[in-house]
RNA sequence: CGGGACGUAGCGCAGUUUGGUAGCGCGUCUGGCUUGGGACCAGAAGGCCGGGGGUUCGAAUCCCUCCGUCCCGACCA
């Protein structure tokens, strides 16, 4: 391809938009344009990128065993309807009539689909595993949409779908598609780390996420240092020290006036926050839940939503509460009328201090049991920095992460409602286990370019980069010309990827587009070393440059090309 | 959906406080000159000042309203 021919110019300054790097450089590089929030318009460039992951993600995924798929982004409500989805998923989900009235979504994913097909054309033991893939566009409706392509609201997705005659085949078959989904992203240059997750709207048991950890992500992970707990906070889990030996105190009413936060009150006791009980209050089916958890810990909402089996819940007001006789700032579970759940930190200790449901008062010495009761024990701690690890007490870290791709043991959760079932030996009718599988293309695009970058631009691995190299002219010397012509169609006819800065421009900004666009390989064919008979080559990862025999340019760029193509595990 | 910022030429911005009919830099086009790290000179094109309504003799500027964009949070397979 011809620089002076290519779609998709290269920009100086940065767009106001664009805060994190690479957006920054998807823009400046003129590699996408933005046609409207979260909808992106992926220029040449840009797509030659993509269709080389492309490429990985197909590689690994025949290689599992997976045959690709088309499957429609405009589909009939029925589906979702039959699933339970069109009445689970709220406005994310795109809905419009056809012509003739009839519902129709824009897929946010591809399980209802990828269910109905192969309910129809599998009906025995004997055509099982099955798995299928799709390089397919989806579009969900996010209520914000962020960082160039990292959070957009439409986007390609590779999602697989694996069917099984039982449990034990699945999980068999999810350590493969594990082990694939480390292999692709390592092709890519991506350094990921597999975290437990939420299953979410999706449904089913088992799953995990696969995060590019960097401080612009939206996950937050929690890590353990010394082992391999590795867990997205939305279900991290710790491991609850016991506290030291108590004697338990006799109940005691005492006056704390304007102590309402556990800090105020853990001060006015001379005692820490973790001695206090937090009271929170949320409401659920227009119900009032109280949920107690030691003061220092904070709740993690998803925890309690699963716990309670509503996905609704939210905080309940100022207002709500005084209705319902409850004293902010002051309550606690004890001789409380609605529901109470206790978190399992509840009993770890024999002396609470606790709120005494009355403006100004706090009990110290509370006893679970002996002066309150509750529900319990649950797990509600939202985990955080310093907790400590399930698997091995280390104290915790906490880190930020893109999530790339994630992989899901499903189970019979549509097979069952959508009626996804075969004929097993025994002739018995049984539902089909299914796992999915997913990895966003962009996200991937984007999480190489935030990895590796410098002040001059992009820095492309060469398995993802549009092309290998960038080959540039130096003057105007008809002799320099000719050479880098002649060069140029000798790389071509090599099978390498060239992109040739044919510009009549000054070489700076030829160089200073190279440095940008960040292709792997720089060749400059310039008069002082065409004199010499050489031509200079830069890798774009050195800061030096060398200086080839014309003759052996070739030869040098395939070599190179090669090794940073091999794969090793 | 809450909080914040913003919307003026392709991009980055000034002008808005104090109303008088739009400017700078980069980029683009023409010509000249230059050719190893975003040169220089001369000329040119390009704007419904986000949309609508109002106030006013007069609105980019003041008021109302809608729309859009970004950031934080909520949300998020």
Same mark, same amino acid.
């Given at each position: 391809m011809k620089m002076s021919r290519l779609f998709g110019r290269t920009i100086r300054e940065v767009p106001a938009e664009a805060e994190i790097i690479s957006h920054k450089l998807l823009l400046r590089a003129g590699l996408v344009r933005k046609l409207a929030s979260g909808i992106y318009q992926y220029n040449p460039l840009?797509? @030659?990128?993509?269709?080389?992951?492309?490429?990985? !993600? @197909? !590689?690994?995924?025949?290689?599992?065993?997976?045959?690709?798929?088309?499957?429609?982004?405009?589909?009939?409500?029925? !589906?979702?309807?039959?699933s339970g989805r069109w009445y689970s998923v709220g406005s994310e989900m795109a809905r419009f009539k056809d012509r003739s009235g009839r519902d129709m979504v824009l897929a946010i994913t591809h399980e209802e689909a990828v269910t109905e097909l192969v309910r129809n054309e599998i009906n025995s033991y004997r055509q099982l595993p099955l798995a299928l893939y799709q390089i397919q566009l989806k579009f969900r409706d996010e209520p914000r949409s962020r960082g160039g392509l990292i959070r957009v609201r439409e986007f390609y997705m590779k999602d697989g779908y694996s069917f099984h005659v039982d449990e034990a085949d699945l999980d068999v078959y999810y350590e493969d598609v594990m082990a694939a989904y480390f292999r692709i992203f390592k092709r890519a240059g991506l350094d990921v780390l597999s975290v437990?997750?939420?299953?979410?709207?999706i449904g089913g048991k088992v799953s995990h996420e696969f995060m590019y950890v960097t401080p612009i992500g939206e996950d937050r992970l929690i890590l353990c240092p010394n082992c391999d707990y590795a867990a997205n906070q939305e279900v991290a889990q710790s491991h609850l020290e016991k506290r030291e030996e108590q004697i338990a105190g006799d109940l005691e009413k005492v006056a704390t006036p304007g102590c309402k936060s556990i800090k105020e009150v853990a001060d006015f006791f001379k005692a820490e926050e973790h001695d206090c009980l937090k009271a929170l209050f949320y409401v659920s089916n227009e119900e009032i839940v109280m949920v107690a958890i030691q003061g220092d810990l904070e709740l993690n909402e998803l925890k309690l939503k699963k716990i309670l089996d509503d996905p609704n819940i939210r905080m309940a007001t100022e207002e709500e509460l005084e209705a319902a006789g409850i004293v902010a700032g002051y309550a606690s579970p004890k001789g409380q009328k609605i529901r109470v759940l206790l978190d399992r930190s509840?009993?770890?200790s024999e002396n609470w201090i606790i709120g005494a449901n009355q403006e100004g008062y706090h009990y110290q010495n509370a006893q679970l049991n002996r002066d309150f009761t509750g529900e319990g024990p649950f797990d509600f701690e939202l985990v955080e920095e310093g907790a400590l690890c399930p698997q091995c007490q280390t104290p915790l870290k906490e880190q930020r992460g893109v999530e790339v791709g994630n992989i899901f043991k499903l189970g019979t959760q549509y097979s069952a409602s959508m009626k996804a079932v075969f004929l097993d030996e025994k002739g018995e009718l049984r539902p089909?286990?299914?796992?999915c599988y997913g990895i966003g293309l962009g996200r991937m695009l984007s999480c190489v370019i935030e990895e590796y970058n410098d002040q001059y631009g992009i820095i492309w691995p060469m398995s993802v980069a549009p092309y290998h190299v960038y080959l540039c002219s130096v003057g105007k010397d008809e002799e320099v010309i000719a050479r880098a012509d002649e060069l140029y169609q000798e790389l071509k006819d090599a099978g390498v990827e060239v992109l040739y800065d044919d510009r009549d421009l000054r070489p700076g900004v030829k160089f200073n587009d190279a440095d940008l666009i960040g292709l792997p390989i720089r060749l400059v064919v310039s008069k002082r070393n065409l004199n010499e008979g050489l031509i200079e080559l830069k890798e774009r990862s050195k800061a030096?440059?060398?200086?080839?025999?014309?003759d052996s340019i070739l030869n040098r760029v395939q070599t190179l090309i090669a090794e940073a193509l091999k794969f090793e595990e």
């Open positions: 840009a797509w @030659r990128s993509m269709k080389k992951i492309q490429d990985i !993600l @197909r !590689l690994e995924m025949e290689a599992v065993g997976m045959q690709e798929i088309n499957m429609p982004v405009v589909q009939p409500a029925e !589906l979702w309807q039959e437990e997750s939420d299953n979410g709207n509840v009993y770890n089909m286990d299914m796992g030096e440059s060398e200086k080839i025999e014309a």
